[in-house]
């Protein structure tokens, strides 16, 4: 019974440690890529990590960064993003981003997606999003 | 210390003169001069263009992008598209955006790339074309792009990324580039300034 009630206990911090807000996808079209931006939130009292992400919105999803090189912008895999306790990680245009390589269907203003993120100590958060153009009055 | 009549004259010509000369001075200097040489390109609905002719008589925006880059090209895209919406119907530029990757960039990508984000193309005009020409005209204008990390789908298909000038170019009526800006995170007021002042 003991047993039962940490894992409980222990589960549930788990779940509540990462949330996930405010996740949009940028259009897309079929066999193209596009990205997917969020912010994570660490609520927890340890470090998480960010390791894997699925989709099937695409045949390919990867956690990229922007990156600047002599003067020019490219674009890498991540291979790890690691959020400190009661800190914010933000996924954002021009810098990390959720890649989707050779989407599976066009992804259009108003369409939703899913992806699946895996963190070593929380486990899977699905994300859920709209995809949207981005804000007429900002850049991104 | 007496001031005569005469040295306020010379004062007042002084200042005119410099005044006048200031205001003579171009406030956007030729950056290159695309009226020399001509680019033979193709447009998203498959018709063949070439710059200069296209940038005559008319201001333009002009960016330089990869269709399969997911997050710094649309930035520089929906920038261009912010400075269209800004702008009153009376202004009538033309945005230009030119592929450097025209192996993957056909015609029937890029008016999928415009239509996705709702791009005008009676005033886009999304190019691509052969590689050598791309190339040439990306010299001319001082525009960079390495082909740099890639990646393998699980079917095995190669998707690669470029590492790349970021720019948006104002160029004026005689196809003269005034202006470079750093398309993903470019002021679209200063951009919208910018074309005032060539008007």
Redesign the interface.
């Known amino acids: 019974m003991f047993s039962f009630i940490l894992f409980v206990l222990l589960f549930t911090g788990q779940q509540d440690q990462i949330k996930i807000k405010d996740a949009w996808i940028?259009?897309?079209?079929q066999d193209?890529?596009?990205?997917m931006y969020f912010t994570i939130k660490n609520n927890g009292s340890v470090t998480d990590t960010l390791y894997a992400v699925k989709s099937k919105l695409a045949?390919?999803t990867?956690v990229?960064e922007?990156y600047s090189?002599?003067?020019?912008?490219?674009?890498?895999?991540a291979e790890l993003v690691v959020i400190k306790p009661k800190s914010s990680f933000e996924f954002k245009?021009?810098g990390h981003?959720i890649?989707?390589?050779?989407l599976n269907k066009?992804l259009?203003s108003g369409n939703e997606g899913e992806i699946t993120l895996f963190f070593k100590k929380t486990g899977e958060v699905k994300v859920k999003a709209k995809v949207k153009?981005?804000d007429?009055?900002k850049?991104? | 210390m007496i001031i005569t009549k005469n040295k306020v004259r010379i004062f007042a010509m002084a200042a005119i003169l410099t005044l006048s000369l200031y205001s003579c001075k171009p406030k956007l200097p030729v950056e290159m001069d695309l009226s020399r040489e001509e680019f033979v390109l193709i447009n998203q609905d498959s018709v063949e263009v070439t710059i200069p002719e296209i940038l005559k008589n008319k201001i333009s925006l002009a960016g330089y992008i990869f269709?399969?880059?997911?997050?710094?090209c649309?930035?520089t895209t929906?920038?261009m598209?912010?400075v269209q919406?800004k702008l009153t119907s009376e202004e009538d530029i033309l945005f230009v955006v030119i592929s450097f990757d025209p192996d993957r960039d056909t015609p029937s990508?890029l008016k999928?790339?415009a239509e996705?984000?709702?791009y005008d193309l009676n005033s886009w005009q999304l190019l691509t074309g052969k590689k050598e020409e791309i190339n040439k005209l990306l010299d001319n204008v001082g525009v960079?792009a390495?082909a740099?990390?890639s990646?393998f789908?699980?079917?095995g298909?190669l998707?690669y990324?470029?590492?790349?000038?970021?720019r948006i170019s104002l160029v004026d009526k005689e196809a003269k580039v005034r202006k470079n800006y750093k398309g993903?995170?470019?002021d679209?007021n200063e951009i919208i300034n910018d074309i005032k002042s060539l008007e």
């Open positions: 940028r259009p897309g079209a193209m890529n596009t990205a045949q390919k990867e990229h922007t090189k002599d003067g020019m912008m490219g674009m890498r895999k245009p021009g981003h890649m989707l390589i050779k066009d259009k153009k981005p007429i009055k850049g991104s | 269709t399969h880059c997911p997050d710094i649309p930035m929906h920038n598209y912010r919406k990508v999928k790339y996705l984000r709702d960079t390495i740099a990390d990646s789908t699980e079917s298909e998707n990324y470029f590492l790349h000038t970021d993903s995170t470019a679209i």
